[in-house]
């Protein structure tokens, strides 16, 4: 039996990556992430600055998020966030350590009243409304039962296709826009 390596597919001349960042799992940094990202986004070509103010705000939700409902936000917790575009799009993901029982989920069990007194609870909802497409996968599925991190990913369309869509990641567990 011959063993051949797998070998990526040669990235586009469109394709930019830039090194994933990781943050203490801590509120205090949401300032931080917001600035590294904003700074990040600005040095891709293409990426307008209203598309860019939108992924910040969606990166922040899921910052939050990760730190607020994760082992993130626990002691020695941490953070990792990561950007890519293509032609036809921006993608980020925010990375967290994993919770113990729940994955990411957008809370529909509210009554308008409910929602109308809730402090909490939109972050999904803006990602699901901003972002072309967004879902969660684990990092790596645990035997045990439960997930070494979660993947929280997001992708926004940039303006030069308009009424194309990119490609989804067939692992998500939420929706698209």
Known sequence: MTIVPHTPAPASAHDHHR??????????????????????????PGVPAELAEEV?????????????????????GRVVRTLSTTATAVRVAVIDDGADD??????????????????HG???????????????????????????????????????TTGTRPAQDTTASEGTR
């Not at 910040?56 to 020695?76: I, K, P, Q, W, Y």
């Not at 803006?126 to 990913?153: C, D, E, K, N, Y």
């Open 56 to 76: 910040v705000l969606c990166v922040s939700e899921a910052f939050a998020n990760a730190v607020a409902h994760t082992r993130s936000g626990g002691h020695d």
């Open 102 to 119: 729940t994955l990411p989920e957008i809370p529909h069990r509210r009554t308008p009243a409910e929602w109308d007194d809730a402090e």
């Open 19 to 44: 090194p994933a960042r990781v943050y203490p799992g801590t509120l205090a940094h949401t300032a931080r992430v917001r600035a590294d990202l904003a700074a990040d986004l600005a040095a891709l």
């Open 122 to 160: 939109r972050g999904l909802l803006i990602v699901g409304a901003l972002a072309t497409a967004w879902g969660t996968r684990p990092v790596v599925a645990s035997p045990l039962g439960f997930a070494l991190g979660t993947v929280t990913w997001a992708e926004f369309a940039l303006p030069a």
